[in-house]
């Protein structure tokens, strides 16, 4: 099975940086991602990492350590439109599995003006 | 279809009544998914669709829980005996197998069906 951690709530000011982490352990990992969720919304998808390193996309980066089950994602020059969920979930290994994803239970960032 | 589509949005029923909830996957995509998701929570699996089968319904919580997908495009979420606890949103998403270009990784979700069991 898959464990997937990451903090309930974050706040940061218009402009800053934030760092949303995530922590995994699982029977099988191919491939970590992150959605984003307005509220009301359908998750929309951010980025995926299935090798070690940083992945970079904008303003938005997702790095990934497999030896560590660890992930974050940074936003960068943050936007009151950023005021979302963001949902780290990860890919079980195997053909069977598909694109199966087990997700995390979200962290909820707040952009403060 | 440009994107995921579901049916009907919202969803109000009685405890024990039978419902269907309808998921129009983007034209092409061979892989179907449905998840649920309660509130402040992230999305939960319940089955995949490979083709016209069902890959994996591992995340089914109970025999109550049925998926179709016949034609291997549209589905169907039935649920029989609704309980209270099967309140929710449930989230249908589908991607490409990848092969004629498309991304693979990338599941489009739909906006939800949200079902509420009074």
């Known amino acids: 099975g898959q464990n997937i951690d990451q903090p309930t709530e974050m706040t940061a000011t218009e402009g800053a940086i934030v760092q949303i982490n995530c922590t995994y352990q699982t029977s099988g990992f191919n491939g970590l991602f992150w959605y984003q969720q307005h509220a009301g919304e359908a998750p929309t998808f951010l980025s995926y990492?299935?090798?070690?390193g940083l992945e970079e996309k904008g303003r938005f980066s997702s790095f990934l350590s497999r030896s560590k089950g660890y992930s974050y994602l940074l936003l960068k020059e943050l936007q009151m439109k950023d005021s979302a969920s963001y949902l780290c979930?990860?890919?079980?290994?195997?053909?069977?599995?598909?694109?199966?994803?087990?997700f995390g239970g979200g962290t909820r960032v707040l952009v403060k003006p | 279809g440009a994107g995921v589509s579901q049916t009907p949005s919202n969803k109000v029923t009685e405890k024990g009544k039978y419902v269907e909830l309808r998921c129009d996957p983007i034209s092409g995509h061979t892989a179907l998914y449905w998840y649920r998701q309660s509130l402040g929570q992230g999305p939960e699996f319940l089955i995949y669709?490979?083709?016209?089968?069902?890959?994996?319904d591992s995340g089914l919580p109970n025999d109550r829980f049925f998926a179709v997908r016949p034609e291997g495009s549209v589905s169907t979420l039935k649920i029989q005996r609704t309980e209270r606890g099967d309140s929710a949103v449930y989230l249908c998403?589908?991607?490409?197998?990848?092969?004629?270009?498309?991304?693979?990784?990338?599941?489009?979700f739909g906006p939800g069906t949200r079902l509420t069991v009074l």
């Open positions: 669709f490979q083709g016209t089968g069902a890959a994996d």
């Open positions: 998403a589908s991607s490409s197998d990848g092969l004629a270009g498309g991304n693979y990784n990338e599941q489009f």
């Open positions: 979930a990860v890919r079980d290994k195997g053909k069977a599995a598909g694109n199966k994803l087990t």
């Open positions: 990492n299935v090798l070690d």
